[in-house]
């Protein structure tokens, strides 16, 4: 079993990736239509995606252009740490249930692609009644 296997069994143990893949996570709890800071929460995350990489290697690349590695040093740091505190605050602005959801099913597929078959074997299939991610009581 190569090491990427062993890991996922490792992770498909944990609560959150055992009940995600018990519970069959999809993506329904998302359905209905998105009120205006769940919409403005995925677009900050979107965006911080746009300005994160793309823009620590432009900035890479500037600095190797311009012969200025300062540039570099600083600025790209500074630049990735921007585009974290963007996705921060896209996902307070989405909520906790829309990203508790969309995180549940990322889980569950990632698992179920890796292990495949082997994933049934790490959870046992017992339903269980307790209320849904990101609800209150």
């Not at 018990?22 to 329904?28: F, G, I, N, P, R």
């Not at 921060?88 to 099913?105: H, N, P």
Request: a positive charge.
């Amino acid at each position: 079993m190569n090491i990427v296997k062993r890991a996922a069994l490792y992770v498909a143990r944990k609560k959150f990736c055992r009940l995600a893949i018990q519970e069959h996570a999809d993506l329904k709890g998302l359905r209905k239509k998105p009120s205006a800071s769940v919409m403005a929460g995925l677009v900050l995350i979107a965006f911080s995606y746009a300005i994160g990489l793309p823009a620590v290697i432009a900035l890479g690349i500037l600095a190797v252009w311009l012969n200025e590695p300062l540039l570099g040093v600083v600025g790209a740091p500074l630049t990735y740490a921007v585009s974290t505190i963007v996705f921060i605050i896209g996902i307070r602005l989405a909520g906790r249930k829309v990203f508790v959801v969309f995180s549940m099913w990322v889980v569950r597929v990632v698992l179920e692609k890796i292990l495949g078959e082997d994933v049934r074997a790490v959870c046992d299939s017992r339903p269980h009644n307790r209320q849904a991610p990101g609800e209150s009581v």
